[in-house]
């Protein structure tokens, strides 16, 4: 979020003269792929590669759930930042005194816009989290997340749970089509309604928001899962909007027509998904919700950070009669 220029940070999320006030995402830098074929210089290997992620990131949150999914955590190490992005962007500040908080043991960076001049020392573009880091090439391999998230999926099987696919042959097509329609709408619309900066433009992103929220929640009464019989891809992405939906854009991004609680579906789909062994424990809403109410000051410039609401993530969801459609 946000980038870096001439080594200050800038919240420059949009360009009002060109989108008319629409927020709008910029392309991620780092492309290359591990594939364990050996068609790249990134082959898989135990303790070559690091992650580096934030708590409060949904995009982050993908990759950790895909490393817990995988059982990858003893091949692939991980860092974390501090929640608080402030004027030198993503940190690794306080680590003895934040929870959750690392450090960079690996490189010894104060900043992780460090992490990305290690790799490329002319670089001034967008520092973002996730990091794929490379141990061996001492670079950065990629920090798209839906390209990192399929990576660990299949190409570490001979260090991972092999029998672990979240995207499988048979379900690519469908699979593809979701992500296709939940990211512009939900993951990037709560975004689109958070830093809209015309009324126009907001109300634009909060039709498109509700509307697929409508229509997921619909998809989900008649199924189990976004697609097929199973936990996908799909469902995991769509999760780590969810779990930040009630607790972070229903007031912070002004996403308040309805709270994911309200949803007779995506409110059991919710908590189905958080109570699957280890999950809850990728979930960090202690950063998350200092993340979003202290380091967005052109939306809540007191950094006040609401106490509740009250989740209730923990309790039964009710969904063992939902059958896959």
Not at 149 to 160: P, Q, Y
Not at 294 to 303: L, Y
Request: hydrophobic share 35%.
């Amino acid at each position: 979020m946000g980038r870096l220029i001439e080594g200050r940070w800038s919240e420059e999320w949009y360009d009002t003269k060109s989108t008319k006030g629409r927020f709008v995402r910029q392309e991620s830098a780092f492309r290359d792929q591990v594939r364990s074929d050996g068609s790249t210089d990134f082959t898989p290997a135990a303790g070559r590669y690091h992650l580096y992620v934030s708590l409060a990131c949904p995009w982050a949150h993908r990759t950790l759930i895909v490393r817990k999914q995988k059982r990858l955590e003893d091949a692939i190490t991980v860092s974390v930042v501090h929640p608080l992005m402030a004027d030198g962007g993503w940190s690794f500040a306080n680590p003895d005194v934040t929870p959750g908080v690392t450090g960079d043991p690996l490189l010894h960076k104060e900043f992780l816009h460090e992490v990305y001049t290690e790799a490329d020392p002319q670089y001034t573009g967008r520092v973002t989290v996730p990091v794929l880091w490379d141990r061996k090439r001492e670079t950065i391999v990629n920090n798209e997340s839906a390209e990192i998230i399929r990576m660990l999926n299949a190409e570490f099987d001979d260090l991972a749970d092999a029998s672990v696919d979240l995207y499988p042959e048979a379900l690519r097509g469908e699979i593809d089509a979701t992500n296709e329609f939940v990211y512009p709408n939900i993951n990037n619309g709560v975004y689109r309604c958070g830093f809209a900066t015309t009324q126009a433009a907001y109300e634009e992103a909060f039709a498109a928001l509700f509307s697929a929220l409508d229509e997921i929640d619909a998809r989900l009464a008649r199924r189990r899962y976004l697609v097929g019989d199973r936990i996908t891809e799909a469902d995991w992405r769509l999760f780590t909007t969810l779990v930040r939906f009630d607790a972070v854009y229903v007031g912070h991004f002004k996403c308040n027509l309805r709270r994911i609680a309200d949803y007779p579906n995506l409110s059991g789909y919710l908590r189905e998904l958080y109570q699957v062994p280890g999950i809850a424990e990728t979930v960090g809403f202690e950063h998350i919700k200092r993340h979003y109410y202290q380091s967005h000051r052109t939306i809540n410039p007191t950094g006040v950070v609401p106490v509740g609401p009250e989740l209730e993530l923990g309790r039964p969801h009710g969904r063992e009669s939902i059958g896959a459609g």
